[in-house]
C-alpha cells in the first residue's frame, strides 16, 4: 500500500515539473486553448519599438494592460474561427497582404541589422555638411533697415525727410507697413542679400555704409526705403556639436541605405 502511495506521490510531482516549465511559456488558457507567451513578447516588442520611433516611453499601465489585451484577442479570434470567417475569400486576401507587409517588414529589418551605420561614416557625412554649409569665397551679409510703405509718394516723402535730417528708426516706428520690424526701427538684422526679394537685395548691395537709398525700392509687398548700416565676410552659422546629432544622422543615413536597396531590387526584378 505504501508502495503504491508513493508512486501516486511521485507520479504526480513529474507531472508538476513537467506542467511548470508549459505554463511558463503561456499567458492564460482561454476556453482549452493555450496562448502562448511568444504573442505577448510580440505585442510588447510592438509597442516598444513604436514609442521607440515618437522618441516616447511606454506608459507603465499600458505595459500592465498588454496580458488582459493577448487574452482579449484569442476570446475574439476563437468567436471568428467558430464562425468560420477564417474560410471566407475576403479574409484569405487580407491574410495575403498582411502576410506580405510582415515579411517585407521583417526583409527590411534583416537589410537595416546587416547594415549598421558606424560612427565614423557618420562623421565623415557630418563634416561634409557642415563643409557644404561654409559660404562661398567673397560672399557678404548686410545689417540694414527699412520702411515699408504702400504708395510710392509716401516713400518719396520719406526719403524727403531723412534728408532733412530725420531719424529713420523713428520714421519706422510711425511709418512702416512692416509692424515686425518697424516696432524695432525697421531693423532686418544681418543677412546676405539673397535673403531678400530680387529688387531689394540688388538694391541693398549698391548700397555704401551708412547710405540709405535715394529712391523708393518697388517689391512686390510695396515700396521701401533702405539704409545699409554695414557689412561683413558671410560666416557658417555655428553648427551642433557631432554627438548631439549623431543618433539622428545614422538613422537619416540608415533610412538613405534603405531607400537605395529597395531601388536597387526594383532595377534588378524581371517585371512582365
Known sequence: MKKQLLAACAA???AGAFALPAMAQNVAIVNGKPVPKARLDALEGQIKAQAARTGQPVPPEVQGQLRD????REVFMQEAEKLGLQSTPDFKAKMDLARQSVLIGELFADYAKKHPVTDAEAKVEYDKLIK???PAAGTKEYKARHIL????DDAKSIIAQLKKGG???DIAKKQSKDTGSGANGGELGWAPAS???PEFGAALTKLKKGQTTDAPVKTQFGYHVIQLEDERDAKAPEPPPFDAVKAQLKQQMEQQQLAKYQQELREKAKVE
Do not use: D, M, R, S
Not at 69 to 72: D, G, H, L, T, Y
Not at 149 to 152: G, Q
Open 149 to 152: 510703405v504702400e504708395k510710392e
Open 132 to 134: 557644404a554649409q561654409a
Open 69 to 72: 489585451e493577448v487574452i482579449a
Open 195 to 197: 535673403t531678400y526679394v
Open 167 to 169: 531719424k529713420f528708426e
Open 12 to 14: 504526480g510531482l513529474l
